[in-house]
């Protein structure tokens, strides 16, 4: 079984080193700086890239200041809609797409232009439709095979492209001395002449890729200071060489004369300025690599874009069939072949107007991209300002006045541009210089389906654009003087939730007495505790990649899902590890917690004894009280009726006529062993289940759909999970199933392949809902019967906590109704762990969970933030669906989306200054994490421990 990989590790030189070949500077020189003078009517182009510089670095500031708080994907519009809303944030992604896609159109165009001049240079007129009719097929099937360039391979090309550039500086300043630097462009009658907002168009087209150091960022090791530091560095590194060598060109050219040389020999500038001060050397050196310079930066922007179509397309904001990947090269080739299919259309359409590739179809093309994609980091900047706006730990600097001189810089550049696009483009064609104004109406129309999505599918809305707060240790936060307290608690229960919370306790260091009633620890995992649910051929329905508490993962040598007995011992392991057996008094019932008129509790033992204390933490499990539904016609069934919380066995079955009554994972798990070991097994279900394979390609399918392991090769995981889940289990009606009546996720996933298995041989008959009971078995809902001995209902369990006065909770269907699933509304000592269901494994939401409650007693201690979290637990209503219609039933009453859930209990651990919990911050000792080892080994037992710790 693969292990999830190790990433590699990115040191802030290599994340610069890597942005500045993202930049491609060669192409930005030689490329841009030609066009720039004839397009500005001027030499004050440095100046336009000193002001471009001033203006990404502060933006950069901001963006850096916000990666530091959010963990970003790389693309802007997850910050856009994490500050300004997800329709904002869609608006953001068409426009940036669209702006990707045009800058690819125009640098394939602008590739095929200065490969033709090389050509033309060795004798050889080729058409640059040729040269860009290759690129296109070239990058097409890299494309689609998801092929990148290397870091290496960009590397070299990268410090022999400033090699190069250098090499030509170095030769213009030897041979011109200070007159290749001509004063002029920096005075103001050259640095406002003709038309400034197209030269810093120009110049922040040169800087395109320098936003990649948050991706790059994500593979270091400490992004907060990586991002910033790549960035800063990144950008000065790149503005220094921009404005220095763009100078160099102007002089070399001889200074006023640059333009009009530009507007003579176009792209040839730079060329014949190489041949002329470098010789045949230089000049052949210069031609090669601005060639394979444009063409990486051509696939960049092809995959650029292919990738927010692929985003879009996975994330329901474009159709379905775009956010497929395929299943050999993982790579999003429908994305590809549409980016790919749209460039030959325009690049065709492009040559047979006769439309000159450099002048026009690079030009206007590139210009477009590039204001689109100004426009999106714009869009973040003003993000940026909103997201620190109103936040306590917001750096004046960084948080406020960076972020809005970025964004007026770049609104400033926006509407220049769009105002002057006609200068750009060389046209008086209105529709042509109209063009700009595609991208607001991009901007609306992404608007328009974001609305859309909202209430057509909501739950892809809620999933779209989704982001998360780094996480933060006590270190990070500064303060982390701990507090002193005095309130004691008990924590009752001693299953894995009220563990979670016991080592939340002892880390934070609350005085609590802990009881459980049973003899160790494991709950229902512990077969010989009265009551348990469990059974002998029971496993978890989760794999061990996605269980376990933070920092104690489940051992390597067990199976993908473990069985019943190795849970227990798991969670036994874990509580020697986290030194939870010293704190612990088993074999000790609460019998009642009394809510006293003075705040405090007085609770009864079993032994009889009363203790008091200043508030209760109850994590009494879920499934202690069977659900045992009476059957219309009971009275007359011969036959035996039980919950199949009695049910130990598979043995138990043999030679009997078996029904089992109830579709969830245990219905299913025991009527599989009925159909293995009963003479005849039926299974009853009154609607429609979505069942998962527990493996897809050999990998469990839940740490697929988590991310945490790779799919193999030849399995695509893209697109609706309820149309995979449906594609891989088939028609379920042919095996007399009803038809699922639920969105993938609406209802706890069923994890169970066999069921299908045994009703495709006949071993299981699929039955409807029960009518009635007769003296020697069933009628059901289509009218048929059958004889039955047995009858094992799989109905589910009662939420109850005996030892607390019911009149204490607000309950609905069932459940108890409370505050994120943890804190009743109107009481606030008491906290109760556990009462929640999501399709997700559950140990690390207790630690998540165990963390909220702590928040809390610090508040009741010190009385910060007192206040604001009772206000919150009175009047809150966060919706925690994730977006997703759950199943009407009081199974799900108390259902939330894991994801939602998570996020939310984030932003409450951000909002009040609280420490994120992880695996490193929770590591237990590696000495202590043998499961298996002997429980009485430990100092449990200990008489005078146990008195001292309880």
Request: charged share 15%; aromatic share 10%.
């Given at each position: 079984?693969?292990?999830?990989?190790?990433?590699?590790?990115?040191?802030?030189?290599?994340?610069?080193?890597?942005?500045?070949?993202?930049?491609?500077?060669?192409?930005?020189?030689?490329?841009?700086?030609?066009?720039?003078?004839?397009?500005?009517?001027?030499?004050?182009?440095?100046?336009?890239?000193?002001?471009?510089?001033?203006?990404?670095?502060?933006?950069?500031?901001?963006?850096?200041?916000?990666?530091?708080?959010?963990?970003?994907?790389?693309?802007?519009?997850?910050?856009?809609?994490?500050?300004?809303?997800?329709?904002?944030?869609?608006?953001?992604?068409?426009?940036?797409?669209?702006?990707?896609?045009?800058?690819?159109?125009?640098?394939?165009?602008?590739?095929?232009?200065?490969?033709?001049?090389?050509?033309?240079?060795?004798?050889?007129?080729?058409?640059?439709?040729?040269?860009?009719?290759?690129?296109?097929?070239?990058?097409?099937?890299?494309?689609?095979?998801?092929?990148?360039?290397?870091?290496?391979?960009?590397?070299?090309?990268?410090?022999?492209?400033?090699?190069?550039?250098?090499?030509?500086?170095?030769?213009?300043?030897?041979?011109?001395?200070?007159?290749?630097?001509?004063?002029?462009?920096?005075?103001?009658?050259?640095?406002?002449?003709?038309?400034?907002?197209?030269?810093?168009?120009?110049?922040?087209?040169?800087?395109?890729?320098?936003?990649?150091?948050?991706?790059?960022?994500?593979?270091?090791?400490?992004?907060?200071?990586?991002?910033?530091?790549?960035?800063?560095?990144?950008?000065?590194?790149?503005?220094?060489?921009?404005?220095?060598?763009?100078?160099?060109?102007?002089?070399?050219?001889?200074?006023?004369?640059?333009?009009?040389?530009?507007?003579?020999?176009?792209?040839?500038?730079?060329?014949?300025?190489?041949?002329?001060?470098?010789?045949?050397?230089?000049?052949?050196?210069?031609?090669?690599?601005?060639?394979?310079?444009?063409?990486?930066?051509?696939?960049?922007?092809?995959?650029?874009?292919?990738?927010?179509?692929?985003?879009?397309?996975?994330?329901?904001?474009?159709?379905?069939?775009?956010?497929?990947?395929?299943?050999?090269?993982?790579?999003?080739?429908?994305?590809?072949?549409?980016?790919?299919?749209?460039?030959?259309?325009?690049?065709?359409?492009?040559?047979?107007?006769?439309?000159?590739?450099?002048?026009?179809?690079?030009?206007?093309?590139?210009?477009?991209?590039?204001?689109?994609?100004?426009?999106?980091?714009?869009?973040?900047?003003?993000?940026?300002?909103?997201?620190?706006?109103?936040?306590?730990?917001?750096?004046?600097?960084?948080?406020?006045?960076?972020?809005?001189?970025?964004?007026?810089?770049?609104?400033?550049?926006?509407?220049?541009?769009?105002?002057?696009?006609?200068?750009?483009?060389?046209?008086?064609?209105?529709?042509?210089?109209?063009?700009?104004?595609?991208?607001?109406?991009?901007?609306?129309?992404?608007?328009?389906?974001?609305?859309?999505?909202?209430?057509?599918?909501?739950?892809?809305?809620?999933?779209?654009?989704?982001?998360?707060?780094?996480?933060?240790?006590?270190?990070?936060?500064?303060?982390?003087?701990?507090?002193?307290?005095?309130?004691?608690?008990?924590?009752?229960?001693?299953?894995?939730?009220?563990?979670?919370?016991?080592?939340?306790?002892?880390?934070?260091?609350?005085?609590?007495?802990?009881?459980?009633?049973?003899?160790?620890?494991?709950?229902?995992?512990?077969?010989?505790?009265?009551?348990?649910?469990?059974?002998?051929?029971?496993?978890?329905?989760?794999?061990?990649?996605?269980?376990?508490?933070?920092?104690?993962?489940?051992?390597?040598?067990?199976?993908?899902?473990?069985?019943?007995?190795?849970?227990?011992?798991?969670?036994?392991?874990?509580?020697?590890?986290?030194?939870?057996?010293?704190?612990?008094?088993?074999?000790?019932?609460?019998?009642?917690?009394?809510?006293?008129?003075?705040?405090?509790?007085?609770?009864?033992?079993?032994?009889?004894?009363?203790?008091?204390?200043?508030?209760?933490?109850?994590?009494?499990?879920?499934?202690?009280?069977?659900?045992?539904?009476?059957?219309?016609?009971?009275?007359?069934?011969?036959?035996?009726?039980?919950?199949?919380?009695?049910?130990?066995?598979?043995?138990?079955?043999?030679?009997?006529?078996?029904?089992?009554?109830?579709g969830g994972n245990s219905g299913v798990d025991i009527a599989c062993e009925a159909a293995r070991n009963a003479d005849a097994a039926f299974l009853s279900v009154r609607r429609g289940y979505r069942y998962f394979?527990?493996?897809?390609?050999?990998?469990?399918?839940?740490?697929?759909?988590?991310?945490?392991?790779?799919?193999?090769?030849?399995?695509?995981?893209?697109?609706?999970?309820?149309?995979?889940?449906?594609?891989?289990?088939?028609?379920?009606?042919?095996?007399?199933?009803?038809?699922?009546?639920?969105?993938?996720?609406?209802?706890?996933?069923?994890?169970?392949?066999?069921?299908?298995?045994?009703?495709?041989?006949?071993?299981?008959?699929?039955?409807?809902?029960?009518?009635?009971?007769?003296?020697?078995?069933?009628?059901?809902?289509?009218?048929?019967?059958?004889?039955?001995?047995?009858?094992?209902?799989?109905?589910?369990?009662?939420?109850?906590?005996?030892?607390?006065?019911?009149?204490?909770?607000?309950?609905?269907?069932?459940r108890p109704r409370l505050y994120l699933n943890v804190f009743p509304r109107r009481v606030d000592s008491l906290y109760v762990l556990g009462f929640i269901e999501f399709a997700d494994a559950a140990y690390k939401?207790?630690?998540?969970?165990?963390?909220?409650?702590?928040?809390?007693?610090?508040?009741?201690?010190?009385?910060?933030?007192?206040?604001?979290?009772?206000?919150?637990?009175?009047?809150?209503?966060?919706?925690?669906?994730?977006?997703?219609?759950?199943?009407?039933?009081?199974?799900?009453?108390?259902?939330?989306?894991?994801?939602?859930?998570?996020?939310?209990?984030?932003?409450?651990?951000?909002?009040?200054?609280?420490?994120?919990?992880?695996?490193?911050?929770?590591?237990?000792?590696?000495?202590?994490?043998?499961?298996?080892?002997?429980?009485?080994?430990?100092?449990?037992?200990?008489?005078?421990?146990?008195?001292?710790?309880?």
């Amino acid at each position: 079984m693969p292990e999830p990989a190790t990433r590699a590790v990115l040191s802030t030189r290599k994340v610069v080193f890597l942005v500045i070949a993202a930049a491609a500077p060669m192409g930005a020189m030689v490329g841009n700086v030609p066009l720039a003078l004839t397009r500005t009517n001027g030499i004050g182009l440095p100046v336009a890239f000193v002001i471009a510089s001033v203006i990404l670095l502060c933006f950069s500031v901001g963006y850096a200041a916000m990666n530091a708080r959010v963990v970003n994907s790389g693309a802007f519009y997850t910050y856009i809609a994490r500050a300004l809303g997800k329709p904002a944030g869609t608006a953001g992604a068409y426009v940036a797409l669209v702006g990707y896609t045009s800058m690819a159109l125009g640098i394939g165009a602008a590739f095929g232009y200065f490969t033709h001049l090389v050509f033309a240079g060795l004798g050889m007129s080729v058409p640059w439709y040729v040269f860009t009719a290759f690129a296109i097929l070239l990058v097409a099937f890299l494309g689609y095979r998801s092929a990148e360039l290397s870091a290496k391979v960009l590397g070299v090309l990268m410090v022999l492209e400033f090699a190069v550039l250098i090499i030509f500086n170095i030769l213009v300043v030897g041979t011109k001395g200070a007159a290749a630097f001509p004063a002029e462009s920096f005075t103001p009658n050259q640095a406002f002449s003709g038309t400034l907002g197209i030269g810093l168009l120009f110049a922040l087209t040169s800087f395109i890729g320098f936003e990649s150091a948050a991706i790059y960022g994500e593979e270091s090791k400490n992004p907060e200071r990586t991002v910033p530091r790549a960035m800063y560095i990144a950008v000065a590194s790149i503005s220094a060489f921009y404005v220095v060598t763009a100078w160099i060109i102007i002089g070399a050219a001889g200074g006023p004369d640059a333009p009009a040389m530009a507007e003579a020999q176009l792209g040839d500038m730079v060329f014949n300025l190489a041949r002329q001060y470098g010789g045949e050397i230089l000049y052949d050196a210069t031609a090669v690599l601005l060639c394979t310079s444009v063409l990486a930066s051509y696939l960049a922007l092809h995959n650029a874009a292919s990738r927010y179509l692929f985003a879009l397309g996975g994330e329901g904001m474009l159709p379905a069939a775009l956010g497929r990947y395929h299943a050999r090269h993982l790579s999003p080739h429908i994305s590809s072949l549409v980016i790919t299919a749209t460039t030959a259309l325009v690049m065709g359409t492009m040559a047979a107007l006769g439309a000159d590739p450099y002048t026009v179809i690079a030009a206007s093309l590139v210009g477009l991209g590039t204001l689109g994609i100004v426009f999106v980091q714009a869009a973040t900047a003003v993000a940026v300002l909103v997201f620190f706006w109103r936040r306590p730990d917001r750096s004046l600097w960084r948080g406020i006045v960076a972020p809005a001189v970025g964004a007026a810089g770049l609104g400033a550049g926006f509407i220049l541009v769009t105002l002057n696009y006609s200068v750009l483009t060389g046209s008086d064609n209105a529709l042509v210089n109209l063009v700009p104004l595609l991208l607001p109406l991009t901007a609306v129309v992404g608007v328009f389906v974001s609305l859309r999505q909202r209430r057509a599918n909501p739950a892809a809305y809620a999933a779209f654009a989704a982001s998360r707060l780094r996480r933060r240790s006590a270190d990070s936060l500064g303060d982390g003087a701990p507090a002193t307290y005095t309130r004691s608690y008990c924590l009752v229960g001693g299953g894995p939730a009220s563990m979670a919370m016991a080592r939340a306790l002892i880390v934070e260091g609350v005085p609590f007495d802990w009881f459980e009633k049973n003899s160790d620890f494991g709950g229902i995992w512990d077969m010989k505790n009265t009551g348990t649910p469990m059974y002998n051929g029971a496993h978890f329905i989760s794999s061990k990649y996605t269980s376990g508490f933070h920092g104690f993962p489940m051992p390597q040598d067990y199976p993908d899902y473990p069985r019943w007995d190795q849970v227990r011992d798991y969670l036994r392991g874990f509580g020697r590890a986290a030194g939870l057996y010293g704190h612990v008094t088993f074999n000790t019932e609460v019998t009642e917690a009394r809510l006293q008129t003075d705040g405090s509790w007085s609770v009864r033992l079993s032994d009889g004894t009363r203790r008091e204390y200043d508030g209760v933490v109850a994590a009494p499990g879920t499934t202690w009280h069977p659900n045992a539904p009476q059957l219309p016609g009971q009275e007359l069934f011969t036959g035996r009726i039980r919950h199949s919380a009695t049910f130990a066995d598979g043995a138990e079955l043999r030679g009997k006529r078996v029904l089992v009554l109830g579709g969830g994972n245990s219905g299913v798990d025991i009527a599989c062993e009925a159909a293995r070991n009963a003479d005849a097994a039926f299974l009853s279900v009154r609607r429609g289940y979505r069942y998962f394979p527990k493996h897809i390609g050999g990998i469990p399918t839940d740490a697929l759909v988590a991310g945490i392991l790779e799919p193999p090769r030849g399995v695509s995981l893209s697109g609706d999970l309820g149309q995979v889940i449906d594609s891989l289990v088939g028609d379920l009606t042919r095996l007399g199933l009803p038809a699922p009546d639920h969105d993938a996720l609406a209802s706890h996933p069923i994890m169970n392949g066999q069921v299908l298995h045994h009703l495709s041989h006949g071993d299981l008959v699929a039955k409807g809902d029960v009518v009635r009971l007769t003296g020697r078995g069933a009628v059901f809902a289509d009218g048929s019967a059958e004889d039955i001995d047995e009858i094992l209902l799989a109905t589910g369990y009662e939420y109850r906590i005996p030892f607390l006065d019911p009149e204490l909770l607000d309950w609905a269907s069932g459940r108890p109704r409370l505050y994120l699933n943890v804190f009743p509304r109107r009481v606030d000592s008491l906290y109760v762990l556990g009462f929640i269901e999501f399709a997700d494994a559950a140990y690390k939401r207790f630690d998540e969970m165990a963390q909220l409650v702590l928040m809390d007693i610090r508040a009741r201690e010190t009385g910060v933030h007192r206040e604001e979290l009772q206000a919150l637990k009175a009047t809150d209503q966060p919706d925690l669906s994730g977006g997703i219609s759950y199943v009407d039933s009081p199974r799900h009453a108390g259902y939330v989306g894991s994801q939602a859930y998570q996020s939310y209990l984030a932003e409450l651990r951000d909002r009040f200054g609280w420490p994120d919990v992880d695996d490193d911050s929770l590591a237990a000792p590696a000495a202590d994490a043998d499961p298996a080892a002997d429980p009485a080994d430990n100092g449990r037992e200990d008489p005078e421990l146990m008195d001292a710790t309880s």
